[in-house]
Nanobody, 113 residues
Framework: QVQLVESGGELVQAGGSLRLSCAAS????????MGWFRQAPGKEREFVAA???????NYADSVKGRFTISRDNSEQTVYLQMTTLKPDDTARYYC???????WGQGTQVTVSS
C-alpha cells in the first residue's frame, strides 16, 4: 500500500522559512515524479511544485524564486524548501504522486503578518 506522510508545517512569521518533508512508502520511489499542492480555506487546491524522476523541476509562478523542491531517493522523501514566506502562502500543503493519483494527508503552514 502506497503511503505519503507530510511533515514540517507550522506557524511562522512573514519573511521566514520552512522545509516540508514528504516520506513515501510502498513503492519504488525513484520511479515516480512527485508534486506539492496547497489549499487555502475557501479556495481550490492549487499546484505548487513538481519534480520528475530525473529531477526536472517545475514551479507555480507564485512561488518561483522562493520555493525549492528536491528529492532524496535513498530516503524516499521529497522536500519543499520555502523561503520569504508570505501570508498568502498560508494553506494546507499536500504531496502527491501524479502517475497513481495518490495524496498525503497534508501539513498546515500558517504565515502570520
Amino acid at each position: 500500500q502506497v503511503q505519503l506522510v507530510e511533515s514540517g508545517g507550522e506557524l511562522v512569521q512573514a519573511g521566514g522559512s520552512l522545509r516540508l518533508s514528504c516520506a513515501a512508502s510502498g513503492l519504488s520511489f525513484s520511479s515516480y515524479g512527485m508534486g506539492w499542492f496547497r489549499q487555502a480555506p475557501g479556495k481550490e487546491r492549487e499546484f505548487v511544485a513538481a519534480i520528475s524522476r530525473s529531477a526536472y523541476k517545475n514551479y507555480a509562478d507564485s512561488v518561483k524564486g522562493r520555493f525549492t523542491i528536491s528529492r532524496d531517493n535513498s530516503e524516499q522523501t521529497v522536500y519543499l524548501q520555502m523561503t520569504t514566506l508570505k501570508p498568502d502562502d498560508t494553506a494546507r500543503y499536500y504531496c502527491m504522486i501524479p502517475d497513481i493519483n495518490t495524496w498525503g494527508q497534508g501539513t498546515q503552514v500558517t504565515v502570520s503578518s
